[in-house]
């Protein structure tokens, strides 16, 4: 099975600053990586489909990028709603599996 | 819009049964890829089955053979029997959308299952 693996496992940045978010497939995947946001006692929301696509209704400081193994979301220009819980997601066949998560908090 | 709420979460004692029920407005649920992701507390998400629209059903290994996912075409309803509850099943479980490029798009509220004696 397909291992996600993300990091770092938490982010402390201020509002304003760049976060650059990682997570590694433990073999080659294919470009259907996506990530997610999820708020406390929220479900996740979609923001990046296909490793690199913009979800509809994702503003453009949201970008992802990456393929084979290593794929990238970033946030550019963090707002104070962007701190929050971050989650990849891939395809293999027919199992899905999710990275372990990435806490992104204010510094 | 599109709208999935899902139901029938609550207390169960170990080795119980519960069905979680999922009704989706907006969209045919049957023309779709349907899923079900768990979020036991504190935890990540577990991607938990899948059904897609030709009626094809795929399980994650911690749930083969216990949890059995299905639809209702004429309820618009997507459902997951869930037998021989273990403690480690607690969770919130949400529905999802899933698109054929395998992102999940659409999410219920969640509904939270506690396993417990």
């Known amino acids: 099975d397909i291992v996600l693996t993300q990091s770092p496992a938490t982010l402390s940045l201020s509002p304003g600053e760049r976060a650059t978010l990682s997570c590694r497939a433990s073999q080659t995947i294919s470009s259907y990586l996506a990530w997610y946001q999820q708020k406390p006692g929220q479900a996740p929301r979609l923001l990046i489909y296909?490793?690199?696509n913009r979800a509809t209704g994702i503003p453009a400081r949201f970008s992802g990028s990456g393929s084979g193994t290593d794929f990238t979301l970033t946030i550019s220009n963090l707002e104070p709603e962007d701190f929050a819980v971050y989650y990849c997601?891939?395809?293999?066949?027919?199992?899905?599996?999710f990275g372990q998560g990435t806490k992104l908090e204010i510094k | 819009e599109v709208q999935l709420v899902e139901s029938g979460g609550g207390l169960i004692q170990p080795g119980g049964s519960l069905r979680l029920s999922c009704a989706a407005s907006?969209?045919?649920?049957?023309?779709?890829?349907m899923s079900w992701v768990r979020q036991a507390p504190g935890k990540g998400l577990e991607w938990v089955s899948v059904?897609?629209?030709?009626?094809?059903?795929y399980y994650a290994d911690s749930v083969k053979g216990r949890f059995t996912i299905s639809r209702d075409n004429s309820k618009n309803t997507l459902y997951l029997q869930m037998n021989s509850l273990r403690a480690e099943d607690t969770a919130v479980y949400y529905c999802?959308?899933?698109?054929?490029?395998?992102?999940?798009?659409?999410w219920g509220q969640g509904t939270l299952v506690t396993v417990s004696s």
């Open positions: 999802a959308r899933l698109t054929e490029i395998a992102a999940f798009d659409y």
């Open positions: 059904i897609y629209s030709g009626g094809s059903t």
């Open positions: 907006g969209f045919t649920v049957s023309s779709n890829y």
């Open positions: 296909d490793a690199s």
């Open positions: 997601q891939q395809r293999n066949n027919w199992l899905y599996t």
